[in-house]
């Protein structure tokens, strides 16, 4: 017995239940995931995550902004200094060449990363150490060029920078948000909050230069908002500044008449913070329209939506045609992937009538590491060694149909007999070739082991050759 009388245990025996049966539920297998595929498309994994929370909401988002975008809507984007620092600027850049980005505004240490990285390829010092003996935020390249523009501007701010760095011809300017939409006149806008930005603590600094040319910025943005009925906005990295000027731009907008309630926004950041999600997200789509958060790393995040945007309303003929390239732009490639430390994979063929066997080996090839180049001979190297009446199809359509598989990641051309020059200027990590080969008589080998590289064969499926495919056709011709 209970030592106190007035709390007895309950009696649960006539409690009410119902059949599961009968329940709402707002889980179920149709939202589940797909299991992920080797070699399947980027749709393919999009459509395959959970059709629950984020996974439900990444696509809720990009089927907005594939919709806005088709209907010529205003989609602005708003960037922190982080973006840039995660090398994010060719993502933009590629978006804004696109059509697919409207105007981009950034805040005052956004605009100093971008410079930076036009001008020398560099930037983000550390800011612990130098501060320990007052050079933090000292370069005076930096400072001079970005306060000289300013002061001697007749416009907004970020028109000045992105302007100067053309003039100037900074060797990186393709690299650079701020030049790209100044060539593409794409409106580019810098918030700059005065003591933030550490040119302001250079000798170089003018005060009323620069709140004159950011205010201009403001009230260009106000116009960029004021268009963003059926359009969207995306807050990205910006944790204070630019939620403020959102909210602030908004509200002049709607002062002065204009319809701005249904539209998209979303917030991209490692954290969400209180500014992005009430000035952002919740505010300004209360009467209409929604919007998202998405938590993550911005060097995973964005790629992953700008991919999933590509692969929606992206021309999928020019995307793989972009996979040809010629030997001095597969160098760069290369190069890139060797800084990164990507395993690349090579192998070379004339692939004339593309079969299963071809596909079947490029598939096996990939699987061997990261990336594939694949070296391709020229229609005269083929005649060469095929013969006369070779190739039966020419280049541009060998190369077309190679470039629309997924196993394929480089084409590159050569019109020598052998592959052995284009295997020694990109001297890849693995060089492969069919089992027909033995590995002393593969052209590049000597090349690719000398640099610390592997070389390898692929057993070829038994009876796939283009040989017998044109034999097969020959005979059916004649009987």
Same mark, same amino acid.
């Given at each position: 017995?209970?030592?106190?009388?007035?709390?007895?245990?309950?009696?649960?025996?006539?409690?009410?239940?119902?059949?599961?049966?009968?329940?709402?539920?707002?889980?179920?297998?149709?939202?589940?995931?797909?299991?992920?595929?080797?070699?399947?498309?980027?749709?393919?994994?999009?459509?395959?995550?959970?059709?629950? !929370?984020?996974?439900?909401?990444?696509?809720?988002?990009?089927?907005?902004?594939?919709?806005?975008?088709?209907?010529?809507?205003?989609?602005?984007?708003?960037?922190?200094?982080?973006?840039?620092?995660?090398? &994010?600027?060719?993502?933009?850049?590629?978006?804004?060449?696109?059509?697919?980005?409207?105007?981009?505004?950034?805040?005052?240490?956004?605009?100093?990363?971008?410079?930076?990285?036009?001008?020398?390829?560099?930037?983000?010092?550390?800011?612990?150490?130098?501060?320990?003996?007052?050079?933090?935020?000292?370069?005076?390249?930096?400072?001079?060029?970005?306060?000289?523009?300013?002061?001697?501007?007749?416009?907004?701010?970020?028109?000045?920078?992105?302007?100067?760095?053309?003039?100037?011809? !900074?060797?990186?300017?393709?690299?650079?948000?701020?030049?790209?939409?100044?060539?593409?006149?794409?409106?580019?806008?810098?918030?700059?909050?005065?003591?933030?930005?550490?040119?302001?603590?250079?000798?170089?600094?003018?005060?009323?230069?620069?709140?004159?040319?950011?205010?201009?910025?403001?009230?260009?943005?106000?116009?960029?908002?004021?268009? &963003?009925?059926?359009?969207?906005?995306?807050?990205?990295?910006?944790?204070?500044?630019?939620?403020?000027?959102?909210?602030?731009?908004?509200?002049?907008?709607?002062?002065?008449?204009?319809?701005?309630?249904?539209?998209?926004?979303?917030?991209?950041?490692?954290?969400?913070?209180?500014?992005?999600?009430?000035?952002?997200?919740?505010?300004?789509?209360?009467?209409?329209?929604?919007?998202?958060?998405?938590?993550?790393?911005?060097?995973?995040?964005?790629?992953?939506?700008?991919?999933? !945007?590509?692969?929606?309303?992206?021309?999928?003929?020019?995307?793989?045609?972009?996979?040809? !390239?010629? &030997?001095?732009?597969?160098?760069?490639?290369?190069?890139?992937?060797?800084?990164?430390?990507?395993?690349?994979?090579?192998?070379?063929?004339?692939?004339?009538?593309?079969?299963?066997?071809?596909?079947?080996? &490029?598939?096996?090839?990939?699987?061997?590491?990261?990336?594939?180049?694949?070296?391709?001979?020229?229609?005269?190297?083929?005649?060469?060694?095929?013969?006369?009446?070779?190739?039966?199809?020419?280049?541009?359509?060998?190369?077309?149909?190679?470039?629309?598989?997924?196993?394929?990641?480089?084409?590159?051309?050569?019109?020598?007999?052998?592959?052995?020059?284009?295997?020694?200027?990109?001297?890849?990590?693995?060089?492969?070739?069919?089992?027909?080969?033995?590995?002393?008589?593969?052209?590049?080998?000597?090349?690719?082991?000398?640099?610390?590289?592997?070389?390898?064969?692929?057993?070829?499926?038994?009876?796939?050759?283009?040989?017998?495919?044109?034999?097969?056709?020959?005979?059916?011709?004649?009987?």
């Amino acid at each position: 017995m209970p030592s106190n009388p007035k709390f007895v245990p309950i009696d649960l025996s006539k409690v009410k239940t119902y059949p599961l049966s009968e329940r709402p539920n707002l889980v179920s297998l149709a939202g589940f995931a797909a299991p992920p595929r080797s070699g399947t498309s980027f749709g393919a994994l999009l459509t395959g995550l959970p059709d629950i !929370l984020k996974g439900a909401d990444l696509r809720s988002l990009v089927r907005g902004l594939a919709e806005a975008i088709q209907n010529k809507k205003t989609i602005a984007v708003g960037i922190g200094g982080h973006v840039v620092k995660c090398g &994010l600027a060719p993502v933009f850049n590629d978006l804004m060449r696109r059509g697919w980005i409207s105007a981009i505004a950034m805040n005052g240490s956004t605009a100093i990363h971008d410079v930076e990285i036009a001008m020398c390829g560099n930037t983000s010092e550390d800011v612990a150490e130098s501060l320990k003996d007052g050079s933090f935020g000292m370069a005076q390249d930096t400072g001079d060029f970005i306060n000289h523009t300013i002061r001697d501007a007749q416009g907004g701010y970020g028109q000045a920078l992105g302007q100067k760095i053309l003039e100037t011809h !900074l060797p990186h300017q393709r690299q650079s948000i701020l030049a790209t939409a100044r060539k593409l006149d794409i409106p580019v806008t810098v918030h700059v909050a005065l003591g933030t930005d550490f040119v302001h603590q250079q000798p170089s600094a003018d005060g009323q230069a620069i709140g004159r040319a950011s205010y201009e910025d403001f009230r260009l943005f106000c116009s960029v908002v004021a268009s &963003l009925e059926g359009g969207a906005y995306l807050n990205i990295g910006s944790a204070v500044i630019l939620p403020e000027v959102f909210l602030k731009a908004l509200t002049v907008a709607r002062n002065l008449g204009h319809k701005v309630q249904n539209f998209i926004t979303a917030n991209f950041d490692m954290i969400q913070h209180y500014r992005p999600q009430v000035n952002v997200i919740q505010r300004p789509t209360q009467e209409g329209g929604i919007g998202y958060t998405f938590t993550g790393h911005h060097e995973i995040m964005i790629p992953l939506l700008a991919r999933a !945007l590509t692969d929606t309303l992206g021309d999928r003929s020019a995307e793989s045609n972009s996979k040809i !390239l010629s &030997l001095k732009q597969a160098q760069l490639v290369r190069e890139r992937y060797r800084e990164i430390g990507a395993k690349v994979v090579f192998t070379n063929g004339c692939f004339d009538l593309i079969h299963r066997g071809h596909v079947t080996y &490029l598939q096996k090839a990939r699987s061997e590491g990261d990336i594939l180049f694949l070296g391709v001979n020229s229609d005269d190297s083929v005649t060469r060694l095929k013969g006369e009446g070779r190739p039966i199809l020419p280049l541009e359509d060998r190369a077309g149909v190679l470039a629309a598989l997924e196993a394929v990641d480089h084409i590159c051309p050569f019109d020598e007999d052998t592959p052995q020059h284009l295997i020694a200027a990109l001297l890849p990590d693995i060089l492969i070739k069919g089992g027909d080969y033995t590995l002393d008589t593969i052209v590049g080998r000597e090349e690719v082991e000398a640099a610390g590289g592997q070389v390898k064969t692929i057993p070829l499926i038994e009876g796939q050759s283009t040989t017998n495919i044109v034999q097969k056709i020959l005979d059916g011709a004649q009987t």
